[in-house]
Nanobody
Framework: QVQLVESGGGSVQVGGSLSLSCAAS?????????MGWFRQAPGKEREGVAR???????TYADSVKGRFTISRDNAKNTLYLQMNSLKPEDTAMYYCASRSFPYCSSALSANSFDYWGQGTQVTVSS
């Protein structure tokens, strides 16, 4: 019922910034509820980065607080992630995820989402 397409990934230097976008295409009558960003680096488990409800309540992983900002435009069904002060440990494949309204959890758990994008690579070089 939902297709998610990420964009905006790339390679940047330490301390640089990137803006990611996730465009959601929903079937007629479907309302996108909670949306989130997850990432996975080689040799590591997938981890939650941030999530945001339809009415803008947000949760961030401790590792990105103060540096990343999640936002969304409900009219456009688009999710964003502004990443500043990037570090080498931010290097990973970033995935967009969603779940139908009104379901959402404050926890950054992959099990709380049922639709996923293909991912976009973010590489931070030192």
């Amino acid at each position: 019922q939902v297709q998610l397409v990420e964009s905006g990934g790339g390679s940047v230097q330490v301390g640089g910034s990137l803006s990611l976008s996730c465009a959601a295409s929903a079937a007629s009558g479907y309302t996108v509820g909670c949306m989130g960003w997850f990432r996975q680096a080689p040799g590591k488990e997938r981890e939650g980065v941030a999530r945001i409800g339809r009415y803008m309540s947000s949760t961030y992983a401790d590792s990105v607080k103060g540096r990343f900002t999640i936002s969304r435009d409900n009219a456009k069904n688009t999710l964003y992630l502004q990443m500043n002060s990037l570090k080498p440990e931010d290097t990973a494949m970033y995935y967009c995820a969603s779940r139908s309204f009104p379901y959402c959890s404050s926890a950054l758990s992959a099990n709380s989402f049922d639709y996923w994008g293909q991912g976009t690579q973010v590489t931070v070089s030192s």
